[in-house]
């Protein structure tokens, strides 16, 4: 199985579906306002291929409607460290 940290090996096979699975559910769910860049932040940490980092931009895209106005800058802050990533990635 294909993860975030590459191939799963059968030693660690159900840790790394476990952090994959996790990942994947974390852009179904609806996060709270208050946790939303501290998540975002985390997802920056974390080694993810281009199209698990284009659902997670998307995800926090669709944030920007929750979010009060005075927590948008640290919000764009984090979208364009996202992108950057992606651009990194796909090199």
Known sequence: ????????????GWFCKFVTKSLLFSVIVRWNSRVVLHVM????????????????????LRQLTEMERDELP??????????????????
Not at 41 to 60: G, T
Not at 74 to 91: F, I
């Open 74 to 91: 640290p919000l764009v802050y984090q979208l364009l460290l996202l992108s950057a990533k992606v651009r990194q990635t796909s090199r």
């Open 41 to 60: 932040s985390m997802m920056r940490d974390i080694a993810l291929s281009s199209e698990e980092l284009s659902h997670v931009i998307a995800k926090s």
């Open 1 to 12: 199985m294909q993860s975030v940290f590459g191939e799963c090996h059968s030693a660690h």
